[in-house]
């Protein structure tokens, strides 16, 4: 790859985790379901598909890591880094495994609500580690689910769409 192929795939890719951290940032105040602490639309789910379809998981796990780590530098804290990027990594794993050996069976929405699906069952379980217990993670978990399915089904819509859009322009 030359030097000029180099630095416009680092260029892309810092610009997808500014997209991200700034959706990730907004959507914090956005109210989903208020009583409800954590439920957040996934934003940023939408950048982390278009890496991934338009690169690899290699540069999505970049774009990930260099968000959750960022935006937790700046607005979070050490366990909302541990929630975000244990959610994150999972997701993402999720969505690769999804995107690779079954892409005939789910759309780019099954892929997303998949991606939902993993990050709000890892936070789950970060949370009944954090509390010793999986008591509350038990009972909070089926809304998180639900959640999930129409968060994730909502990114995934977007990110169909804006992947189409970006094939017509010759962009992917």
Do not use: C, D
């Amino acid at each position: 790859m030359s030097s000029v192929n180099k630095t416009r795939r680092f260029t892309q890719l810092a610009l997808f985790v500014s997209m991200a951290m700034v959706l990730s940032y907004m959507e914090r105040f956005i109210p989903i379901l208020p009583s409800f602490p954590g439920v957040k639309l996934g934003l940023a789910n939408i950048i982390t598909l278009m890496v991934l379809l338009m690169y690899s998981w290699k540069e999505a796990l970049i774009v990930l890591v260099a968000r959750v780590t960022l935006l937790s530098f700046f607005t979070g804290s050490g366990v909302s880094f541990l929630y975000s990027m244990s959610g994150g990594l999972l997701s993402l794993l999720g969505m690769k495994l999804a995107l690779r050996y079954t892409s005939r069976v789910f759309s780019l929405m099954g892929v997303s609500v998949i991606g939902a699906f993993l990050h709000n069952t890892a936070q789950m379980l970060v949370l009944a580690a954090i509390l010793g217990s999986f008591t509350v993670a038990v009972y909070y978990y089926p809304v998180l689910i639900l959640a999930a399915v129409a968060t994730g089904s909502l990114t995934g819509f977007i990110a169909l769409h804006l992947h189409r859009h970006l094939l017509r322009l010759g962009r992917v």
